[in-house]
């Protein structure tokens, strides 16, 4: 076979441009985004009811930059989410006092340069917030090594009745991650050695969500120590399913008491994934404590910790995956206090067991 030399020089051509091209897309993907390892894990947050909060870290993420040279963090962006499931989410000047970018490499800092609220929800708003440094400040330096840390600080407002039950979380959208905005000394991005800054930007891939914090002046926090789920025969017929959950709470700032029934404790059953209608189920629940007992009430006294097991007992009637989880978990302040909702962010779920009927 023989090939005509305009037929070797247009494949030649061909292949070239198509190099060409992939080492301009693949330069354009520079700079990674993911969670950090350190990342805070979601928690509740005492917060002041007459003055603004101390600095407290609600998310972390990691950028890794996979340039030759080194790069300039210019600008940020993240969304902010502010739930609340009893009343109308606050505005975002309303719950947060202060918020910072900073670099764990360096003593870089960005402010807020912006906020503009975006689309939400039924019980929830976002908003963008957008970080910079005053001109002449120091920037965060990314240098093709490990990845570097961010953390998003804050300060809190003094806690209002209008902020009870807010929860917040960061997080940062692929989208948003294209809006990053970078600096170098020198064009890498087209191998032009101009000794002039170059602005970059649209080199960010990823994306990073962080945990959920909630805000409390006072109350409860809750920390789960184990699940466990196992199928037992049942006298109604069909499979039992024992859900078993084992957790400490913490009262801090006040007393806390917790109905012994268990009628305090918001539990779901899922069957392949979908959420089970109990209403004409057969299941029982039962609430222990190593906690003292007032009345219908089991009690943490403030500062102290105590561990409760919550046990949940259900009669599957169909095969599939079954699983449970603990979403929420009612207290009140005193006795004959209103009841308040902790909620478990994320849920506590338990491992899946397959059932056959």
């Not at 170098?184 to 000794?195: A, F, I, P, R, V």
């Not at 914090?213 to 109604?236: C, K, Q």
């Not at 603990?326 to 009841?339: A, D, H, L, M, R």
């Amino acid at each position: 076979m023989k090939f005509h030399k305009n037929t070797f020089l247009g494949a030649f051509l061909l292949i070239m441009s198509l190099g060409l091209f992939i080492n301009q897309a693949d330069a354009k993907q520079i700079v990674y985004l993911s969670e950090s390892p350190n990342n805070p894990e979601s928690s509740t947050i005492l917060v002041q009811d007459d003055q603004r909060s101390d600095s407290y870290e609600i998310a972390t993420f990691s950028l890794r930059n996979y340039m030759e040279s080194p790069i300039e963090l210019v600008r940020g962006k993240v969304l902010v989410r502010i739930d609340n499931d009893s009343q109308s989410p606050a505005n975002y000047h309303e719950v947060f006092n202060s918020m910072t970018l900073e670099s764990s490499d360096s003593s870089a800092k960005y402010k807020v340069a912006k906020v503009v609220e975006v689309k939400g929800g039924a019980n929830y708003r976002q908003f963008a917030v957008i970080f910079s440094v005053d001109k002449g400040s120091k920037r965060a330096i990314l240098k093709n090594s490990s990845p570097q840390d961010f953390h998003v600080i804050t300060n809190f407002n003094a806690f209002t009745d209008d902020l009870q039950g807010t929860r917040v979380k960061v997080s940062i959208p692929k989208n948003f991650a294209k809006q990053f905005v970078f600096m170098t000394q020198s064009d890498q991005l087209n191998k032009l050695s101009t000794g002039q800054p170059t602005i970059i930007k649209d080199v960010v891939y990823g994306s990073f969500t962080g945990n959920t914090h909630a805000l409390a002046v006072s109350g409860m926090v809750a920390d789960l120590n184990s699940t466990n789920i196992y199928t037992t025969e049942h006298d109604f017929g069909g499979t039992g399913i024992d859900f078993q959950y084992s957790f400490d709470v913490t009262a801090f700032e006040t007393d806390v008491y917790i109905d012994r029934t268990g009628n305090g404790i918001s539990h779901q059953i899922y069957k392949d994934q979908v959420l089970v209608d109990l209403s004409s189920s057969h299941y029982v629940f039962s609430l222990s404590s190593s906690a003292d007992t007032s009345g219908n009430n089991f009690v943490v006294n403030e500062g102290e910790t105590e561990t409760f097991n919550y046990h949940f007992s259900f009669v599957a009637n169909e095969t599939g995956m079954f699983k449970g989880e603990v979403s929420q978990i009612e207290f009140k302040e005193y006795p004959t206090g209103q009841s308040q909702s902790y909620s478990v962010v994320p849920g506590w779920d338990t491992d899946t067991v397959f059932v056959s009927n």
